[in-house]
């Protein structure tokens, strides 16, 4: 089956740095690749849409210059989250897509960003 | 009115039963429908997915869609303590099966489950 693989799972940062995620699908090639945020017992909010080479489409009210997405390969995606501050604080999600439709929308296991 | 509804629990349940878990959608756009689980601080795990009108069956878990309502449901038989996670249910129009890609997903808010022993 699908895989992605995503990395930090789990990151605390100082205000005003940066911050950034990878997404790799592992056994496949995400054509599209999508990013979410998620606040606590709440469902997903779709930030953005990449697809390979491309460059990514905003969700109306996500600041395409502090979330800084990059989809340069088939394989790998990511996430940056600029001069980051506490109110960035959330759990965001990757997802990608590939050519089989049978692996449907694979997710990755998201990263915990805690900004102080 | 959101595009998707799904009630948000949380839903309690003994050991053993059979779960139902629900949403609705207004977009008759919709085609493509999947119920993903996802434990606390976890990414969401795909379960199932479907096309069409009628039921799907995987082990415990069945898919059903009746597309004339904009209804689609999951039930799980024999629940365990293991399955007590928050349920999505997610849909999206026609995939662009040829090109690859794909359209965004619509999520409904989840449903809370807890099967308890």
């Known amino acids: 089956g699908a895989v992605v693989s995503q990395h930090p799972s789990w990151v605390i940062c100082k205000s005003g740095t940066s911050v950034k995620i990878e997404c790799r699908s592992l056994?496949?090639?995400?054509?599209?690749m999508f990013w979410y945020r998620q606040f606590p017992k709440q469902s997903l909010m779709l930030m953005a849409t990449?697809?390979?080479?491309?460059?990514?489409?905003?969700e109306q009210g996500v600041e395409k210059d502090k979330f800084l997405i990059n989809h340069a390969s088939l394989t790998l995606s990511t996430l940056t989250v600029t001069s980051a501050h506490p109110e960035d604080s959330s759990f965001y999600i990757c997802s990608a897509r590939g050519r089989r439709v049978d692996y449907g929308y694979t997710f990755g296991s998201g990263t915990r960003l805690t900004v102080v | 009115q959101k595009e998707v509804e799904q009630d948000p629990g949380p839903l309690s349940v003994p050991e053993g039963a059979i779960v139902s878990l629900n949403c609705t959608y207004s977009n008759s756009a919709f085609q493509y429908f999947m119920w993903y689980r996802q434990y606390s601080r976890k990414g969401p795990e795909l379960l199932m997915y479907?096309?069409?009108?009628g039921n799907k069956e995987d082990g415990r878990f069945t898919a059903q869609v009746d597309k004339s309502s904009k209804y689609i449901s999951l039930f799980i038989r024999d629940s365990q303590p293991s399955d007590s996670a928050t349920y999505l249910c997610?849909?999206?129009?026609?995939?662009?099966?040829?090109?690859?890609?794909?359209?965004?997903?619509?999520f409904g808010t989840g449903t809370q489950l807890k099967v308890e022993l």
């Open positions: 990449s697809n390979e080479g491309s460059k990514a489409t905003y």
């Open positions: 056994d496949f090639q995400a054509t599209t």
């Open positions: 479907t096309y069409s009108s």
């Open positions: 997610a849909m999206s129009p026609i995939v662009l099966i040829l090109t690859g890609g794909g359209n965004k997903l619509t």
